[in-house]
């Protein structure tokens, strides 16, 4: 009975994809994130159960900052404890979120 | 040799008397203009120097971590005139990246948070070594810190002052006193073309 109750548990786990190019390709001050961590809060991440894999694209990001970031990646991190970075190579992203991490308890 | 001209019209600026003497060319006077100059900057280090697409981007980043740090605590408070200078110069010698403000400085804003900061130069190594924010309880603060691993990662030079206090970080980080008394913060990022 287990088995069957974690596997029903996994295709219950459903998946939401937020691409992080959709707000810009320079992404830089913090009430530029403010903004779009609000945007995405009405009408993206509303109503998704909390438990959901949520997967953040940086594909076609170009300049990712750690005050835009902090405004968005830190707080979803804070509200979904499944995320999934993907599309992480840009220098800026990559940057951005070692600061996070080191700077303001980022535990992606 | 890189041009000291953008360098010195940022100097008199922020260190002058008058609030009205800066060039229109490097002036923003808020964030959407200085935003807009950010995708310039880019463009021209893309097309004028030998940097690799990466690299621009970073200098882009911190570029903007030093300048919205000047809106972001100066905003509703600045004693004189609001906004930043923000210019640079490319040349065959390299790209100098200058900011500058008539703001509040680090020492004022920080001592809101950590009263005991008792000079320039050690507001100077707080803002850039500690976990703090001058916004508290806003918890925020990590701009500068992204900004001296960035110059470390990339071999360049970033000259930051404020008030009497000089900080030189390239792969060190130096402290002392500055030539001129900065009313805010003025900082020079400088990309020298045998370093890349």
Redesign the interface.
């Known amino acids: 009975m287990k088995i069957f109750a974690a596997v029903w548990q996994l295709l219950k786990l459903k998946e939401m994809k937020i691409e992080i190019k959709k707000f810009g390709e320079?992404l830089?001050?913090?009430?530029?994130g403010r903004e779009a961590y609000l945007a995405l809060s009405a009408y993206l991440t509303k109503g998704v159960d909390r438990q959901e894999l949520l997967e953040i694209d940086f594909d076609g990001v170009?300049?990712?900052?750690?005050?835009w970031a902090?405004e968005v990646i830190t707080k979803l991190a804070q509200e979904f404890p499944n995320i999934k970075l993907l599309n992480t190579q840009?220098?800026?992203v990559q940057?951005?979120l070692?600061?996070?991490r080191?700077?303001?308890d980022l535990k992606i | 040799m890189l041009d000291d001209n953008v360098k010195n019209l940022a100097v008199e600026w922020c260190a002058g008397d008058d609030p009205n003497n800066i060039p229109k060319d490097y002036y923003c006077a808020d964030?959407g203009e200085f935003?807009a100059r950010?995708?310039n900057l880019?463009a021209d280090l893309k097309s004028d120097t030998k940097m690799e697409e990466?690299?621009v981007?970073?200098i882009?980043?911190m570029a903007?971590?030093i300048g919205?740090n000047s809106?972001?605590h100066n905003i509703g408070n600045w004693p004189d005139a609001p906004g930043i200078f923000f210019g640079w110069s490319i040349d065959n010698n390299g790209a100098r990246i200058v900011m500058a403000d008539r703001g509040q400085g680090i020492m004022k804003t920080l001592r809101k948070v950590k009263p005991e900061i008792s000079n320039h130069q050690e507001a100077l190594k707080v803002a850039f070594f500690e976990?703090i924010s001058g916004r508290a309880p806003e918890?925020?603060?990590?701009?500068l810190?992204?900004v001296r691993?960035?110059i470390k990662?990339m071999k360049i030079h970033l000259v930051f002052v404020s008030g009497d206090a000089r900080a030189e970080i390239n792969q060190e980080f130096k402290i002392g006193a500055a030539n001129e008394n900065i009313r805010g913060c003025l900082a020079i990022i400088e990309i020298k073309r045998d370093e890349n």
């Open positions: 320079m830089i001050s913090r009430p530029a170009k300049v990712l900052a750690p005050s902090d840009n220098s800026t940057a951005t070692k600061t996070l080191e700077y303001s | 964030r935003g950010i995708d880019s990466g690299d981007y970073m882009a980043a903007g971590e919205n809106f972001d976990k918890n925020r603060g990590n701009g810190k992204f691993e960035g990662q």
